[in-house]
């Protein structure tokens, strides 16, 4: 149990674009979503945490509007990056949690590949 | 704030060898606490878990006590083996909800 996919595994875009990732809890309804990004050789960094149907909160020096949050349904979330540049290329990595209190279940992670 | 703190890495080990990876985490809250490992290409998956003081987390042959006195969650195997190369990460919730912070993990090879 306690399976979480994420879709696309890579994916490759040209510079202005826009590219989505989506976080689906399998087997559980996930009270909330964790968005991460993960650099090469170093540890994960959250991006922001989603509640099913309210707000996402980010974290300090996320930029909200480059990274549009979408948590519609216990078990969707969606990551958007809007006008994605090269720095964007990274690995994003979602979790998602039954409860406030309970242990987080990743995602396989996302390439992403910005041209 | 919260933080958790992992030794210096990389680590390599014969196969069967003895493994020990140190963790300690800030004593702040009643956290809880995980090992993750992830394997090369892949995302975090759960190894183990403790949630209070003085519990082992187990799985797979690798073991972790929460230790309140010395603020450790050290993980160790008795014999590893060339699959449990991966990068391995400890982390703590803040105790208020599930919200995580990792430690910057470790990379484990294990020689045949």
């Known amino acids: 149990g306690a399976v979480v996919s994420q879709h696309p595994s890579w994916v490759i875009c040209k510079s202005g674009t826009s590219v989505k990732i989506e976080c689906r809890s399998l087997?559980?309804?996930?009270?909330?979503m964790f968005w991460y990004r993960q650099f090469p050789k170093q540890s994960l960094m959250l991006m922001a945490t989603?509640?099913?149907?309210?707000?996402?909160?980010?974290e300090q020096g996320v930029e909200k509007d480059k990274f549009l949050i979408n948590h519609a349904s216990l078990t969707l979330s969606t990551l958007t990056v809007t006008s994605a540049h090269p720095e964007d290329s990274s690995f994003y990595i979602c979790?998602?949690?039954?409860?406030?209190?309970?242990?987080?279940?990743f995602g396989p992670g996302t390439r992403l590949t910005v041209l | 704030g919260n933080s958790v703190t992992q030794m210096e890495g990389p680590v390599t080990l014969s196969e069967e060898a003895f493994l020990t990876i140190n963790c300690t985490y800030t004593?702040?809250?009643?956290?809880?606490l995980f090992w993750y490992v992830q394997y090369p290409g892949e995302g975090l998956q759960l190894l183990l878990k403790?949630?209070?003081?003085?519990d082992k987390g187990s799985n797979k042959g690798f073991e972790a006590t929460y230790r309140k006195e010395t603020t450790s969650f050290h993980l160790e195997k008795g014999s590893v083996q060339v699959s449990d190369s991966a990068v391995y990460f400890c982390?703590?919730?803040?105790?208020?909800?599930?919200?995580?912070?990792f430690g910057k993990g470790i990379t484990l090879s294990v020689r045949p």
């Open positions: 979790s998602a949690s039954p409860g406030v209190l309970d242990t987080q279940y």
């Open positions: 087997d559980f309804q996930a009270t909330t």
């Open positions: 989603s509640n099913e149907g309210s707000k996402a909160t980010y």
């Open positions: 004593a702040t809250g009643y956290p809880s």
């Open positions: 403790a949630t209070k003081a003085d």
């Open positions: 982390a703590r919730t803040d105790g208020a909800n599930s919200k995580l912070t």
